[in-house]
């Protein structure tokens, strides 16, 4: 049972839509939580099972994840601010929660921590692309990787403001921190324990990404605990979105797929892609960057076993607008072999809400097909794709 209580006063800011399970998308312009209760205020006051809610977020464009200094936590979250030092087996981190906002001095163990960025590396001029490359890789090694390309391999065993240092048996090899780029931590070593309980995950109008085991307002701010332990406060109007994750909505992009099938144009083979786009960057449909979602390339078919126990599908649809130019794909969406949804998707189009009944269905099966220009950029994102209880 969640415990929290959470009140976010009208702002002169973009208004808010709530999504609930049983598929309702309602206007509002503030809201409160308390225990197992969310009072939604759209023009009159609504009460709703926190249980029945999915997530909430202005009608504004999603912010990408930050460029600059930042840290990149196991379980996904991403938090701006400045690394301090090394202590232990904990980094010290001055968190950015806000643009203009005084820093949140933290102490985040090391063990959940998969990356620090520190500045864009010489040469690489798309980020995204280069740090999900990091996220996905396995080390067995922490690796600080300067700026100039050169790599230090080891235990980190230094980190503060002046130098960051390595060790690897019994040698010590170390750099300035000004001509380090981003350090890598083994990927054998970090772990994260996932809450048992449904938790809340923020975006934050600077990018930042944050995850809070509960939270509550006092006066204009929102004071709440990470799941690495610490207490934040940041201004309730730099909420863009709050989700609620091991809710009701389970996103496809966390379960296991039953299959894929890919028909190549030519010779090329295109995966499919876990929460990103079919490029290897970040998934983007208009102006919004998504966290959740998936990404195909035509022709390509993704089956995933329902058992029975999904009552919606939905997703928001588009093509991918770093990548795809003057190209159509046609899309379908099938549960148990029959046709639910179908349509032409354009890269001049605006993305489509997609939301079809599963109730007691046993398969659901996600199509891109070709259309004009055969394959070529024909690049889909879904966002958001998510089954719901």
Not at 58 to 76: A, C, S, T
Not at 194 to 208: D, T
Request: aromatic share 8%.
């Amino acid at each position: 049972m969640i415990s929290t209580l959470f009140c976010l006063c009208a702002v002169p800011l973009a208004p808010f839509e709530l999504f609930t399970c049983d598929g309702r998308v309602l206007p509002g312009n503030s809201f409160a939580i308390e225990t197992n209760v969310i009072r939604w205020y759209g023009g009159k006051q609504v009460d709703l099972d926190l249980n029945d809610v999915i997530s909430l977020s202005r009608k504004q464009p999603f912010p990408p994840p930050p460029l600059d200094e930042h840290v990149v936590l196991v379980n996904g979250d991403i938090i701006p601010g400045r690394v301090a030092r090394l202590a232990g087996l904990q980094l010290h981190f001055h968190a950015r929660l806000a643009d203009g906002a005084e820093a949140v001095s933290v102490r985040i163990p090391l063990a959940n921590v998969s990356l620090i960025w520190l500045a864009p590396p010489d040469g690489v001029l798309r980020y995204d692309r280069y740090r999900r490359r990091l996220l996905a890789a396995t080390r067995r090694n922490d690796n600080v990787l300067l700026r100039n390309g050169d790599l230090l391999q080891g235990v980190l065993n230094e980190l503060d403001r002046k130098q960051v240092a390595v060790e690897m048996g019994g040698r010590r090899a170390s750099a300035e921190f000004g001509k380090v780029a981003v350090i890598a931590f083994n990927s054998q070593l970090v772990r994260w324990r996932k809450p048992k309980q449904p938790y809340f995950r923020l975006l934050l109008a600077n990018g930042c990404r944050l995850s809070l085991l509960s939270a509550q307002n006092k006066g204009d701010r929102l004071v709440g605990n990470t799941i690495f332990g610490a207490e934040v406060r940041l201004p309730t109007e730099e909420i863009v979105r709050l989700d609620r994750w091991q809710g009701c909505a389970v996103f496809l992009s966390d379960l296991k797929p039953a299959g894929y099938a890919f028909t190549p144009y030519l010779d090329v083979e295109w995966p499919w892609v876990r929460d990103g786009s079919v490029t290897g960057r970040d998934l983007q449909l208009g102006k919004s960057t998504f966290d959740k979602g998936l990404g195909m390339h035509a022709a390509s078919r993704l089956r995933f076993d329902l058992g029975g126990d999904y009552r919606r599908f939905e997703a928001l649809v588009g093509m991918d607008p770093k990548t795809s130019r003057e190209v159509k794909v046609k899309i379908r969406v099938l549960v148990d072999g029959k046709s639910r949804f179908a349509d032409t998707l354009s890269s001049t189009g605006t993305a489509k809400w997609v939301r079809v009944d599963t109730t007691a269905g046993k398969e659901l099966m996600l199509v891109v097909d070709f259309a004009e220009h055969g394959n070529v950029q024909a690049h889909v994102n879904w966002a958001d794709a998510r089954l719901i209880k």
